[in-house]
């Protein structure tokens, strides 16, 4: 996720560069959403079926689980392309706009409880 506007004073040339960045990064990324999507229907209807197939659910998470892997590949691409447009101090601020926006573990497991799916920043 981008800063508000005007947070990072991007220049125009910027703005293009990283709207286009958006742009190819919502391209790629929306087929693998969309099968993401139909693997939860295909996990759920496994699931609620009257005599689940351990190993087909099984298959069905892992194929999930490797979807999600593909698209926090490519978003860290993308990200790491929308770095390369910033200046130092962009980047600086950039780089304290996400860490405050970064999950914090906590709450009945402690702070040193399990991850949440942590979000890839771009």
Same mark, same amino acid.
């Given at each position: 996720?981008?800063?508000?506007? $005007?947070? &990072?004073? +991007?220049?125009?040339?910027?703005?293009?560069? !990283? #709207?286009?960045?958006? #742009?190819?990064?919502?391209?790629? +990324?929306?087929? &693998? %959403?969309?099968?993401?999507?139909? &693997? %939860?229907?295909? &996990?759920?209807?496994?699931? #609620?079926?009257?005599?689940?197939?351990?190993?087909?659910i099984g298959q069905l998470v892992i194929s999930i689980h490797n979807q999600r892997v593909q698209i926090r590949t490519l978003l860290? $691409?993308? $990200?790491?392309?929308? !770095?390369?447009?910033l200046t130092p101090e962009q980047l600086t601020k950039w780089e304290n706009f996400k860490e405050l926006r970064r999950p914090r573990r906590g709450g009945p497991d402690g702070p040193w409880g399990p991850p949440g799916d942590e979000e890839i920043d771009i």
């Open positions: 996720f981008l800063p508000p506007p $005007g947070y &990072l004073d +991007l220049t125009d040339e910027q703005k293009t560069a !990283a #709207e286009a960045l958006r #742009e190819q990064a919502r391209t790629e +990324l929306e087929p &693998l %959403h969309e099968q993401i999507r139909t &693997l %939860h229907e295909q &996990l759920r209807t496994a699931v #609620e079926s009257t005599n689940p197939d351990a190993t087909a860290e $691409g993308y $990200g790491q392309r929308f !770095a390369a447009l």
